[in-house]
């Protein structure tokens, strides 16, 4: 996964995902994307592109629901994910917020590759960008209200 910063748009797959789902996704295609992630067996690996997702799809939900992210560090499609949200207030309801929740729970537990990742740059010297990582996950689960 190619990144370029901590914010959960500003990687190669959550960029392409939030490009798909502002050329013409749906709410399905936001629900599928977070089920795959909140799913994922506990004792079976999730795969970075999957989390990367799942995290973009939750952003969407937070933005639907009426609490946006204040980061200006989105890449180029996060904002018009987001304003796709914005126009999609169903996206926005409490099951998909649930939903969104038991998502990051799983990108954020053991067996989550992205936790891994950013677990291990933290262990080799580079935390900022870990604690970053961390800290946004923290702010899209309290917008969600977790």
């Known amino acids: 996964m190619g990144a370029w910063g901590a914010g959960s748009f500003e990687n190669d797959i959550a960029s392409d995902w939030a490009a798909d789902l502002a050329d013409g996704g749906d ?52 904002p ?14 409490d099951d998909l917020v649930e939903l969104a929740l038991a998502a990051l729970d799983r990108v954020e537990g053991p067996e989550s590759e992205l936790q891994e990742l950013w677990s291990a740059e933290q262990s080799a010297g580079a935390g900022a960008g870990s604690r970053e990582w961390f800290a946004e996950l923290e702010d899209l689960r309290n917008r969600l209200g977790g």
Request: charged share 20%; glycine share 10%; proline share 5%.
């Open 27 to 78: 709410v399905a295609m936001l629900r599928d994307t977070l089920t795959a992630a909140a799913t994922c067996p506990q004792d079976e690996y999730l795969e970075s592109d999957e989390g990367a997702a799942a995290l973009a799809a939750a952003e969407v939900v937070a933005a639907a629901a009426g609490r946006p992210v204040r980061s200006v560090a989105m890449g180029n499609s996060g």
């Open 80 to 93: 018009h994910a987001l304003a796709w949200g914005k126009n999609h207030p169903a996206a926005g309801k």
